[in-house]
């Protein structure tokens, strides 16, 4: 009676299995929760949304806002593209994808950070958080802080790689509004997220995002990411006719499903933008005490050893460190500080400059711009020999002009106004050589009026055509150069034929004579065509130049020493 009894058991228990197992199999397993937005970059205005507040887990997206911090810190000067970072053994351990860095390996921050946006490698983002704050944890709360400052009001960070963790989520929307910062706040690094490849230092890596990027016309960025809580996610940007879109999408059930959401989305986007719309750059960051991030995490926790009380303090000088006037200058006039100011900033990139064309390889891009400031450092002598120094108790930031000054400065020029003014400004002065501008935007991309700190870039411009590859082909210069401190240029754009080149720049000097009539016309052979560009502008004036030339829908971006 046992023996039926236990037989009776053992087939009730295979039933229930057999029945349990079928019924997964009728059910199919659940997806991640979809959410897409779409937005024209130019204002920030949403075209389409769908769950965008809904917070989900971002992925590897994340790693877009590890990005963002490194390229803060370079320029406040806090650390630089060359530093050698120390592999820790938390870094080491991260799970793929990977670059394979081993405990105690030392490597340029510059190979970190091509290995997290290109092969979106959780042991280089781990080792980039970990180089900046000491720890991942310290890194995850400046994360958190600088969303906040940003306005990304639903998004916390408990790691700097994005894999699955509690309390690790954002939202599409808030994904969106980062992306659009990386793209105005730092457009000379923007184009490192359209690379194919990348040579990462260990290994030449392929960017996660190829399949995309060759597919849809205009795209160029930006970052993808991937979990089974997450599903497949994208935050991609794209150009077409003049609009700038920036869309993301969370919740993909593959990499062909999300891609092709994202080019149905994007479609919409540039369907519903206007052809001509005003560029209204986000607002910087405001962090809650200043830049400083003098600030105590009131938003975390407190815990039994104070942890959540940590105050963080910035290494970035907050005050002018030159001496104090002498006696008896108390009365010199304003413009002769900022012109103090100047002259010796300049003074000090032309050291910079120098400095850095001893240590860059021969023809890197890093040895081209050293190269260019070395240039600035003769007419920054030649300013301080005619300056008087500056007045009692003025600091950098007392020597920038006032509001209505910088109103003035930005006003439309009558034709002829920005020559003669040059003109006046250095009439004995020398005619420096102007050496060639080297291109690290991406054709297309728009750059923020706000005047950005021109940093190296972290990837060497392989498109140039080097001796070995390619015959050398004359520049074509078509108009004189003017002197003076003016190593600013406006690229207008690539073309298939010199001639083409040409005749854009001649049509947009006819177009925009107030501003680019002292300029000068520069064609710029490439691997993939000619660059048109305007040479020999200040900041100021490369600025409003492309602001007025983006206002008649004429696509360029500014070039900087």
């Not at 992925?59 to 963002?68: I, V």
């Not at 963790?165 to 793209?183: E, P, V, W």
């Not at 050291?351 to 711009?369: F, R, V």
């Not at 190269?371 to 930031?397: C, F, H, M, R």
Request: aromatic share 6%; glycine share 8%.
């Amino acid at each position: 009676m046992a023996s039926l009894m236990g037989h009776y058991a053992r087939f009730l228990t295979f039933m229930a299995l057999a029945a349990f197992t079928a019924l997964l199999a009728a059910s199919p397993l659940r997806a991640a929760p979809y959410a897409s937005i779409v937005i024209d970059a130019r204002t920030g205005e949403v075209l389409y949304s769908e769950n965008a507040d809904t917070r989900l887990h971002p992925a590897s997206l994340t790693k877009m806002m590890t990005l963002y911090i490194a390229f803060e810190e370079i320029q406040r000067g806090n650390i630089s593209l060359d530093t050698m970072v120390t592999i820790s053994k938390h870094a080491a351990a991260q799970p793929p994808s990977r670059l394979g860095l081993r405990s105690g390996q030392k490597i340029s921050l510059r190979n970190l950070i091509r290995a997290a946006a290109i092969k979106s490698a959780n042991d280089a983002a781990t080792a980039i958080g970990e180089a900046i704050s000491g720890n991942e944890a310290d890194f995850a709360r400046r994360m958190t802080r600088t969303a906040k400052a940003l306005g990304m009001s639903n998004t916390t960070f408990k790691n700097a790689h994005g894999l699955t963790q509690s309390g690790h989520l954002s939202t599409a929307r808030d994904m969106t509004i980062l992306g659009r910062h990386l793209f105005y706040d730092y457009p000379q690094y923007y184009n490192l997220f359209s690379r194919r490849s990348v040579d990462a230092g260990l290994a030449t890596v392929n960017n996660t995002n190829r399949r995309f990027l060759d597919a849809y016309e205009g795209a160029d960025g930006i970052k993808t990411g991937y979990t089974v809580a997450a599903g497949f996610n994208l935050t991609a940007s794209a150009d077409r006719g003049g609009k700038r879109l920036i869309a993301t999408i969370f919740g993909g059930k593959s990499t062909a499903d999300r891609n092709a959401k994202m080019m149905k989305l994007l479609d919409v986007g540039f369907g519903k933008a206007p052809r001509n719309a005003p560029v209204n750059p986000p607002a910087a960051p405001s962090y809650q005490g200043g830049e400083e991030m003098l600030v105590a995490d009131t938003d975390l926790p407190v815990t039994a050893d104070g942890a959540g009380k940590t105050v963080r303090a910035s290494m970035q000088i907050t005050r002018s460190l030159r001496p104090q006037p002498r006696p008896g200058a108390a009365s010199t006039p304003p413009e002769t500080v900022v012109a103090t100011a100047e002259a010796v900033d300049a003074m000090q990139s032309g050291i910079e400059g120098a400095l850095a064309a001893a240590l860059a390889p021969e023809d890197s891009l890093e040895a081209q711009a050293a190269e260019l400031a070395q240039a600035a450092a003769p007419a920054a002598a030649l300013a301080v020999d005619d300056v008087e120094l500056a007045s009692a108790g003025t600091s950098a930031n007392d020597a920038l002009p006032d509001a209505e000054a910088l109103a003035a400065a930005l006003a439309p020029l009558p034709e002829g106004t920005a020559t003669e003014t040059m003109a006046q400004a250095a009439p004995s002065e020398p005619e420096p050589e102007i050496i060639p501008f080297q291109v690290v935007s991406a054709a297309g991309v728009a750059v923020s009026p706000r005047p950005q700190k021109r940093n190296a870039p972290i990837f060497d411009d392989v498109s140039a055509p080097t001796t070995t590859d390619l015959p050398a082909e004359p520049e074509v210069i078509l108009s004189v150069s003017t002197s003076g401190d003016r190593h600013w240029g406006v690229n207008v754009g690539r073309f298939g034929s010199s001639f083409d080149a040409e005749r854009a720049l001649l049509r947009t000097q006819l177009a925009e004579s107030a501003t680019l009539n002292g300029s000068l016309r520069k064609v710029m052979p490439r691997s993939g065509g000619f660059d048109a560009t305007f040479v020999g502008l200040t900041q100021d004036q490369a600025d409003l130049a492309c602001r007025r030339l983006q206002a008649r829908a004429i696509q360029c971006f500014t070039m900087g020493p």
